[in-house]
């Protein structure tokens, strides 16, 4: 079946630092992977999205690459916010997607000023 | 533009007692729906998800129920509420045409005691 694995939190950073979230997967076939962001309070919103081997997502200067040799969709952006604090889904959808999405459990960051 | 609703945001309930959770989309029609639970250190988890009136697949068996008796409703619901329902239940749409993309709700948060 289908997995999402990421790295465990919380992380922990100073604001301007720069950020990975580790995130690789299990799948059958051609999996579309995702990002998605919750902050406080709130339910999820996409953040960026891969349909297929090298695509790169990219939205509010953080980025993502399909790395179908690795299963891997690593998070990373430059320069982190204290706004930037909340928790990241990794997750993926194979089949067309009518069956809903796989989670990982999710990565708490925690931006301090 | 759509929007997506969820009610109430917050319950508290006790074991045994029914539940009823509701979801509705606007501005879109024929959506696919779906249910899924975030509980603490568990990720997200699908529980059901729909493609039209009337049609509901289960994913995780459980003492959980789904219905949709309008296009742009889906209610979650229980008849005797357990300890382990306890959780942040968010409702999500995805448009029929481009299914791996899903938009999410505020959430429920469901407390039982």
């Known amino acids: 079946g289908n997995s999402v694995t990421q790295m465990e939190g919380p992380v922990t950073l100073s604001e301007e630092a720069f950020l990975t979230i580790n995130c690789t997967y299990t799948?059958?076939?051609?999996?579309?992977l995702f990002w998605y962001v919750q902050y406080p309070g709130e339910g999820l919103q996409l953040l960026l999205k891969?349909?297929?081997?090298?695509d790169k997502g990219s939205n509010k200067g953080f980025e993502a690459t399909y790395r179908k040799e690795t299963t891997s969709f690593h998070l990373e952006k430059g320069s982190v916010q204290v706004s930037d604090s909340a928790v990241y889904f990794c997750?993926?959808?194979?089949?067309?997607?009518?069956?809903?999405?796989?989670f990982g459990k999710g990565t708490h960051l925690i931006i301090q000023p | 533009s759509q929007t997506i609703h969820q009610w109430p945001a917050t319950l508290v309930q006790p074991v045994g007692s029914p539940l009823s959770l509701e979801c509705t989309v606007e501005?879109?029609?024929?959506?696919?729906l779906y249910w899924y639970r975030q509980a603490a250190g568990r990720g997200l988890q699908l529980l059901f998800y729909?493609?039209?009136?009337?049609?509901i697949s289960s994913e995780v068996p459980q003492n959980l129920s789904a219905s949709r008796p309008q296009d742009r409703q889906f209610i979650l619901s229980s008849k005797k509420l357990l300890l382990s329902d306890s959780g942040f239940y968010l409702c999500?749409?995805?448009?029929?045409?481009?299914?791996?993309?899903?938009?999410f709700g505020p959430g429920t948060r469901l407390t039982v005691l």
């Open positions: 729909s493609v039209g009136i009337g049609q």
């Open positions: 501005g879109t029609s024929n959506p696919n």
């Open positions: 999500a749409w995805s448009p029929a045409t481009r299914v791996n993309e899903q938009f």
């Open positions: 997750a993926l959808e194979t089949g067309g997607g009518a069956d809903g999405l796989t």
């Open positions: 799948a059958t076939g051609y999996p579309s």
């Open positions: 891969a349909t297929k081997a090298d």
